[in-house]
């Protein structure tokens, strides 16, 4: 059973960091692309960033684009991303998802929310 | 960036009834794009790729047409459980990958 489970949400000021982890099982880690989609409350899905399967590839959507840096860990079946200088308009669900194109799996989601 | 242009924003259809759900791109995204279903506090999930290929293990109720700019996601026989919302992507022009805002599948 393919399974990715997102850790590392919670809550932080405006101008903090966090890192967010995907810990995945199940499947061929390295074999795949690998993307983060957040998903402000009651609001619909915003792509945030994809990494190629050896990491040499990295794309980011523009409004997190030199704050937030996927990467990952193929040794460890691991995705990671590195939120800093949040601000109020991250507060979402974070999901890690295989793939980036069509997105099959995903995780949960955890909840990061930027308030003072 | 391509923008995704769902339609209705809400949708109210009776159990055993059919659904047509639409989305339009803002410039042809060819045939790549999916369908998402999500509930409320679940993740999405991928029902149909490709404009019209579906997932496996996805009913076959659920059929996705079109292409280019215009695409259709049609639910043949509303059942309880399909009762969500529902998104499509676009992967054409990527990055980024871009979503529609969502259309609402609710009981009449």
């Known amino acids: 059973e393919v399974q990715l489970v997102e850790s590392g949400g919670g809550l932080v000021q405006p101008g903090g960091s966090l890192r967010l982890s995907c810990a995945v099982s199940?499947?061929?880690?390295?074999?795949?692309?690998m993307s983060w989609v957040r998903q402000a409350p009651g609001k619909g899905l915003e792509w945030v960033a994809s990494?190629?399967?050896?990491?040499?590839?990295?794309y980011h959507v523009d409004s997190v684009k030199g704050r937030f840096t996927i990467s990952r860990d193929n040794a460890k079946d691991s995705l990671y991303l590195q939120m800093n200088s949040l601000r109020a308009e991250d507060t979402a669900v974070y999901y890690c998802?295989?793939?980036?194109?069509?997105?099959?799996?995903w995780g949960r989601g955890t909840l990061v929310t930027v308030s003072s | 960036e391509i923008v995704m242009t769902q339609s209705p924003a809400t949708l109210s259809v009776s159990p055993g009834e059919r659904a047509t759900l639409s989305c339009r791109a803002s410039?042809?995204?060819?045939?790549?794009l999916a369908w998402y279903q999500q509930k409320p506090g679940q993740a999405p999930r991928l029902l149909i790729y490709?404009?019209?290929t579906r997932v496996t293990g996805i009913p076959a109720r659920f059929s996705g047409s079109g292409s280019g700019t215009e695409f259709t996601l049609t639910i043949s026989s509303l059942q309880s459980e399909d009762f969500a919302v529902y998104y499509c992507?676009?992967?054409?022009?990527?990055?980024?990958?871009?979503f529609g805002q969502g259309t609402r599948l609710e009981i009449e």
């Open positions: 998802a295989r793939g980036h194109h069509g997105l099959e799996y």
């Open positions: 199940g499947l061929t880690f390295s074999n795949f692309w």
């Open positions: 990494i190629n399967q050896d990491g040499s590839a990295k």
């Open positions: 410039q042809s995204v060819n045939s790549n």
């Open positions: 490709g404009a019209s």
């Open positions: 992507q676009q992967y054409n022009n990527w990055p980024p990958t871009t």
